[in-house]
């Protein structure tokens, strides 16, 4: 991203209507660096309707304070020699601006693993082509899918995307987990390397299990397993989270034979899968869930 700016608004400007201070934020933002901008074309991208409206129609009738900005706004456009108009989008997508807004606050598609143990990873099963997940702060891998507008981003939105053939890395906010494995149950010849939790009580729990092609994969509890790349914030209660990286596809000749192998591990060895012990080194089960009767278990990384 070629310019970001952020800043705090002057106490006459506090009581402002947001409607107000989202198109005061438009001009703040150009007034920043008049020579980045001097002679471009812009296209504003606000979550906020009235703004957009206000930019496009270059003013309106509703509100005074709107009009002033909206006049100074075009003032500074003619005398920098620009073009302007707006778009509206969801406030989902508009994240770039959340994070510039408030650095202080937890934004969790910014949740990132730590970047040498993603390495590990691609170490067992491969580098992934693509990271379906991720922004421009946290992708892990060159080619990413972005929840928001991104010009260096493959596309938009993963969940309204095709991911046939693909081989793919997904650390999804949790409250998508669900979504996500729903979604995998409808892609064909897509292979996935997905972090999650081991929340055996949630719901969608017994679809991650079905899923599966190898042994889940226990990540090491380091304090910076997860991390915002922007603040350095860190995830506080690591330890409860149980984090996995789990290898899974909709082929169900592939979950079929992963199960089958687990089957007959648990036969020959009384449940104990090879080559690990029944607990992890840090003194924890490797038991990671029980699917069709058949105990599977994790292993370290």
């Known amino acids: 991203m070629g310019f970001q700016a952020n800043g705090e608004w002057a106490d006459h400007e506090r009581p402002l209507s ?19 901008w001097r002679g471009k074309r812009i296209l504003v991208a606000s979550d906020n309707t009235s703004a957009v409206s206000y930019i496009n129609r270059q003013g309106g009738t509703h509100s005074m304070s709107l009009m002033d900005i909206t006049q100074d706004l075009f003032a500074f456009i003619l ?12 406030g989902r997508l508009n994240r770039t601006a959340d994070l510039l807004s408030r650095t ?18 691609w170490t067992v099963w491969g580098t992934p082509n693509i990271d379906l997940m991720a922004t421009e702060l946290t992708h892990q891998l060159p080619v990413y899918i972005s929840p928001y507008p991104d010009p260096r981003a493959f596309a938009v939105d993963a969940m309204s995307c095709d991911w046939k053939g693909m081989d793919a890395y997904l650390f999804p906010p949790w409250p998508m987990l669900a979504e996500v494995l729903r979604k995998l149950t409808t892609e064909s010849l897509c292979l996935v390397t997905l972090i999650a939790p081991r929340w055996p009580n949630r719901p969608w729990f017994p679809l991650l299990l079905s899923l599966l092609i190898d042994h889940p994969i ?3 509890p380091l304090e910076d ?3 915002m790349p922007h603040n350095d ?12 990286a789990c290898r899974l596809s909709s082929d169900k000749r592939l979950t079929r034979d992963f199960l089958q192998r687990c089957r007959a591990a648990s036969l020959r060895a009384s449940c104990v899968p ?20 058949v105990p599977i278990h994790s292993r370290p990384l």
């Open 18 to 36: 947001i409607n107000a201070l989202e198109l005061l934020a438009v001009l703040r933002a150009l007034q920043a660096d008049p020579s980045f």
């Open 79 to 90: 005398d920098m020699e620009m073009t302007i108009r707006a778009r509206h989008i969801p």
């Open 104 to 121: 202080d606050q937890v934004v969790t598609t910014e949740w990132t693993l730590n970047r040498q143990v993603a390495a590990q990873l």
């Open 218 to 220: 226990t990540l090491p």
């Open 225 to 227: 397993l997860i991390g």
């Open 233 to 244: 914030r860190r995830f506080g209660a690591i330890h409860s989270l149980d984090l996995h």
């Open 274 to 293: 090879p080559p690990r012990a029944s607990t992890t080194r840090s003194g924890r089960s490797s038991l990671f869930g029980v699917s069709d009767g």
